[in-house]
């Protein structure tokens, strides 16, 4: 079948990103409000703490689940119906009476958000070819680098402007505004679904859906209570996220072999050239990036006294850099490849080592503004890396799986973004807790951070390298069969 653009491609788009934002920004942007609920709620620690942890965990649950959704009932059904749950969810957690009501609010926002994001790949895997692919997906990379890191500052300045006392319900009510509109735009603007005749008994997965919840909630569930002693308590968890894991792919295999649609087509990760290292890729990679904002909060807040608002504008330099080069590398894609995400992956590990450095040598005061330069730095690397590497390991996804495979590379990216923020964060509070100071503490997380992020840099050359030997196989079949047809013409 040709391919005909759809001529509101990017409109499109930009209402399917502005939606993905509000979705990736709550992540992160209630860090900094969690004071403010607390005085305002009058709630417990625990309980607040699962404002932040439920909302993730909800979110990492259903990534693939909305993603098998979106490619079986259409991916504009899925988009309206879990932006209208976003609206929803987002104005009764901003109204909550309760911390009861709050968390529970949030829980239900976070699944909302996690059928909602893997509709953003997937429609720019329906919408875009060739270039053009590139370029949206440099704006997506460009979405997730700036939702992740101006949340504090976004979260700060909501504070301010409002209140501590109920400043932290505007936090939420800001979504409903945005998510109004842009469902009405929405309805305009996105392409209609092919409509399908199709069972919801037999194109779901029901069995796949309960066995990776099962998994991925025996990964994050030990983690986002690791600060009240979650992995201690709950390690065991692991060893039954192994034990569903596993269960988890062969059903699925036996899935396929019965002619039958899996939740998560294994052959994806065997089958699809470049996607298993891609994935992996961008789970290590998050495991080091997200998880700095955490400490780098804990770091200007607790250590030097900034408040919300200065704490997220000194971290501001990288999220700069990481938007402006995001858009610019999906342009670069077709050009330089994987390149692209080897280059980015080594400029934030210097960026992250400098400013590791810097934390020991320059006065506290002084900080902020000498980590600007290499905060800016890593940034622009990282921009390179997000947007680059998900186009790059989703080029060779088939459309039909477009949804599920965009769904179960963020799942990747959110278990890396849990693991990372609750690893950097304890070793942090040890190097703090053992009264080595704060600027040691830094020195040591970062440098906890780079390390991970050398393990991506790793696997994105040894990719890189299988991309060359892909490439040269491709050329020598090529060359073997203009000499074949050459010498039958002869004959």
Request: glycine share 14%.
């Amino acid at each position: 079948m040709t391919y005909e653009p759809d001529p509101r491609r990017w409109k499109a788009l930009a209402v399917s990103l502005t939606a993905g934002f509000m979705g990736l920004l709550d992540v992160s942007i209630v860090n900094v409000a969690l004071p403010s609920m607390q005085s305002g709620l009058h709630a417990s620690s625990g309980g607040i703490r699962w404002v932040v942890s439920g909302y993730a965990l909800a979110f990492g649950l259903v990534l693939v689940t909305g993603g098998r959704l979106g490619d079986a009932f259409g991916r504009r059904n899925m988009f309206l119906g879990a932006l209208a749950a976003f609206v929803v969810t987002s104005a009764l957690a901003g109204a909550a009476p309760n911390e009861t009501t709050l968390v529970l609010a949030r829980l239900a926002q976070g699944l909302a958000a996690g059928m909602l994001t893997p509709q953003n790949t997937g429609l720019i895997q329906d919408l875009f070819r060739g270039a053009e692919r590139g370029r949206a997906f440099g704006m997506f990379g460009a979405v997730v680098g700036i939702s992740t890191a101006v949340g504090p500052i976004l979260g700060g300045f909501i504070i301010a402007v409002f209140g501590a006392q109920d400043g932290w319900r505007w936090v939420f009510y800001v979504n409903v505004p945005i998510g109004v509109l842009a469902f009405v735009l929405a309805l305009r603007m996105l392409p209609r679904s092919e409509k399908k005749q199709l069972k919801i008994s037999s194109e779901i997965d029901f069995a796949g859906i309960a066995l990776l919840a099962v998994a991925v909630l025996g990964v994050l569930l030990p983690v986002v209570e690791s600060d009240s002693g979650g992995i201690t308590r709950l390690w065991w968890l692991f060893v039954v996220a192994l034990v569903f894991g596993a269960a988890f792919v062969r059903w699925e295999h036996s899935v396929v072999r019965r002619g039958r649609s899996p939740l998560l087509d294994t052959r994806l990760f065997t089958g699809t050239p470049g996607y298993a290292t891609g994935a992996a890729i961008g789970a290590l990679y998050f495991c080091g990036f997200a998880g700095i904002w955490l400490v780098f909060a804990m770091y200007f807040q607790q250590g030097l006294g900034y408040s919300p608002l200065q704490s997220g504008l000194s971290v501001t330099p990288f999220a700069l850099g990481s938007a402006v080069s995001a858009a610019i590398a999906g342009r670069l894609v077709p050009r330089f490849g994987r390149r692209l995400t080897v280059t980015g992956l080594g400029m934030v590990v210097v960026g992250l080592l400098v400013v590791a450095l810097l934390a020991r040598l320059v006065p506290p005061s002084a900080s902020g503004w000498a980590f600007a330069l290499p905060l800016l730095f890593a940034g622009v690397g990282g921009g390179m890396m997000i947007s680059p590497n998900t186009t790059l390991t989703l080029e060779c996804v088939p459309i039909r799986l477009a949804g599920v495979a965009g769904g179960a590379l963020q799942t990747g990216q959110r278990l890396g973004t849990a693991i990372g923020t609750a690893l950097l964060a304890s070793v942090y509070g040890a190097v703090v807790g053992a009264g080595l100071g704060f600027a040691p503490a830094l020195t040591i997380a970062l440098s906890c951070a780079a390390v991970l992020t050398c393990g991506a840099l790793a696997l994105a050359i040894a990719e890189l390298r299988a991309r060359r030997h892909r490439a040269s196989e491709a050329d020598r079949e090529e060359r073997a069969a203009e000499t074949s047809a050459a010498d039958v013409h002869r004959g």
